[in-house]
């Protein structure tokens, strides 16, 4: 009671005496602390795929697309965040990707946030994604690559008739080159002009979006791209980057454009924490969960969702897999997540996100039906490409919404062979046939087809691309005679199909995300979730599910390989297991911005 009484008097005594003043309080407020602003560090680099991606450990050492918008979103709603800073370093990105990444850039301007890129020796691709920001710094030493867009293809009939082996293909439709590469040593003139259609419109997307956003003029940027290669120093004379500068400089620069003394970094900004205590028992438990992808279960919620079914890859029967160098897309696979999407009560519409080439006709067909029979709206979104199965597949969608350079289209059939037995003559093999029936050897890789057999092979891939065309006149509201004319193996971008109305509307993922709830009649005040189908894969589904997924990239690091060479390695795969199959929707090249 006493040390009470004393320390109840000593409180009084010091308030009497002026040392706490309630009264002073009031007069001379206590300043609160400032608070620094933050600037968010996000790099930008990587394949940066466009699927459901992968979970646990691995899953964090690439990225995917998805996850990076995600960065790109959380940073433009954290109040905490007055800038970020894109260190962009060669992402492996299509035009597809690219308008995505764009519009992720976009939205954090719109949050009123500083974006600024730090590029170095920029492609095409690190100063596409940097002029999307609001300012670009570069190294004195860096330089950007721009040399315009350029499309080349390969043939290999040359190589082929040295090795005795006869590539024995037809096609339907004269624009359908997809067998050109094996039977011709250069373009046909029907190919050649409807590839330069679609470079000529490229090209223009490519000096259009440089002028808009460094604001300078469209006949000016045409003559920095015949530069192709273009100094730091003279990059920014031209206004094509902001400043010239070090990366030890940034900080200057950013407080600078902030108005402020100091900030605090954010590094490497909404990247996952891992828990790397690995130690005992427990650790390793905890490890080989992390490797295998287990995490908490999660309660599913009641809350009204959007089914994103990512389609990429080229399309085979079957489940999903991966090969050395290349990912295929299961008909299997896709369609398990269509059923469990459309069968989920809280799902209310379906985004079919496609970036294929094509492949198998079968297996296009087989995931376009399952399409049709969804009672849901269901929206395709088309990213780098959609062409051939691709477009196969998207055609039974409500809408379909492609990017601006999306390649699509390539409505066609080529169907066929390789003839191997001039080659096991060289090598001094020889095959002994016993047959019975006129077209017997119609699925032989001995030797070319017979008239007999080339004929009934023909009819069935006319009565393929018959039903190709018909179902896209029948999706697409045209008449057969109308969907004809953009038929025949023509390829498209996605303004150009947009024109021809082949798609409906030229946007990005979100904008078809948003036309899915629409479509629902979700209130626009609304809320709705994602999920993201098919499930993401982990380790055990690399290791046992299929052939290891080794993708071109990742090879090109760890073997120092020329990507170049890569891709030509991966083209050959594809088109390996390709010819597997009695019919083809599969566009034969690839367009990428270098």
């Known amino acids: 009671m006493l040390r009470r009484a004393v320390s109840v008097g000593f409180s009084t005594l010091l308030i009497l005496s002026g040392l706490v003043s309630s009264a002073g309080a009031a007069d001379e407020p206590a300043k609160a602390e400032v608070k620094k602003p933050k600037v968010a560090v996000i790099p930008v680099k990587g394949a940066l795929p466009e699927n459901a991606g992968q979970v646990g450990l691995f899953a964090e050492i690439e990225q995917n697309l998805s996850q990076l918008l995600g960065r790109l979103d959380r940073a433009a709603k954290d109040k905490e965040i007055s800038a970020v800073l ?77 090795l005795g082996i006869q590539a024995d293909m037809m096609q339907m439709g004269d624009f359908k080159g997809a067998a050109e590469p094996y039977t011709r040593t250069e373009m046909s003139p029907e190919f050649r002009k409807q590839l330069e259609i679609v470079i000529d419109d490229f090209y223009t997307q490519f000096v259009e979006n440089i002028a808009a956003d460094r604001k300078l003029d469209v006949a000016k940027v045409r003559e920095l791209v015949d530069l192709g290669l273009i100094g730091a120093a003279e990059a920014k004379e031209s206004g094509l980057i902001d400043r010239v500068m070090y990366r030890d400089e940034i900080d200057g620069f950013l407080k600078e454009k902030l108005a402020v003394t100091e900030f605090s970094r954010v590094e490497d900004y909404g990247k996952k924490k891992i828990d790397e205590d690995f130690s005992g028992m427990t650790g390793f438990f905890k490890l080989f969960e992390l490797m295998m992808g287990v995490e908490p279960t999660k309660r599913s919620s009641s809350a009204k969702k959007v089914a994103v079914v990512y389609a990429s890859g080229m399309i085979m029967p079957g489940k999903s897999t991966s090969g050395l160098l290349s990912e295929s897309l299961g008909s299997d696979t896709v369609i398990k997540a269509l059923e469990t999407a459309s069968k989920d009560k809280t799902v209310v519409a379906i985004v079919l996100r496609v970036d294929s080439p094509g492949g198998s006709a079968l297996a296009s067909d087989l995931i376009w039906r399952t399409i049709g029979r969804c009672e849901k709206p269901i929206i395709a979104s088309m990213g780098d490409v959609a062409a051939s199965g691709g477009y196969y597949i998207s055609m039974g969608c409500d809408k379909i919404f492609a990017e601006p350079g999306t390649l699509t289209g390539s409505i066609g059939v080529v169907g066929g062979k390789l003839a191997t037995g001039g080659l096991f003559e060289k090598l001094g093999i020889h095959t002994d046939v016993i047959s019975r029936g006129k077209n017997s050897g119609i699925l032989t890789s001995e030797s070319p087809f017979t008239e007999s057999e080339r004929a009934a092979w023909k009819k069935m891939m006319e009565e393929i691309y018959r039903q190709f065309v018909s179902k896209a006149a029948a999706g697409r509201k045209l008449t057969v005679e109308q969907l004809g004319q953009l038929a025949g193996g023509r390829v498209w971008t996605g303004r150009q199909a947009k024109e021809n109305k082949l798609v409906d509307e030229v946007g990005t993922l979100q904008d078809a995300i948003q036309e899915a709830r629409k479509m629902a009649k979700v209130a626009a005040d609304e809320k709705t979730e994602l999920l993201l189908l098919p499930e993401p894969r982990n380790l055990f589904d690399d290791l046992f599910g299929g052939d290891m997924a080794i993708q071109a990239p990742a090879v090109s690091r760890f073997m120092g390989a020329d990507p170049a060479v890569l891709n030509q390695l991966k083209n050959a795969e594809i088109w390996a297991r390709l010819l597997a199959e009695p019919v083809v929707l599969a566009l034969p090249y690839q367009i990428r911005i270098r």
């Open 86 to 162: 894109l260190e962009v370093r060669g992402p492996d990105l299509g035009r597809g990707k690219m308008a995505e990444l764009r519009a992720g850039i976009k939205h954090l301007r719109e949050a009123k946030k500083l974006v600024v890129a730090d590029i170095e020796s920029g492609s095409s691709v690190d100063y596409l994604v940097a002029c999307a920001c609001d300012a670009i710094v570069m190294p004195e030493s860096g330089e950007l690559i721009l040399p315009g867009v350029r499309a080349e293809v390969t043939h290999y009939k040359g190589l082929l008739d040295k």
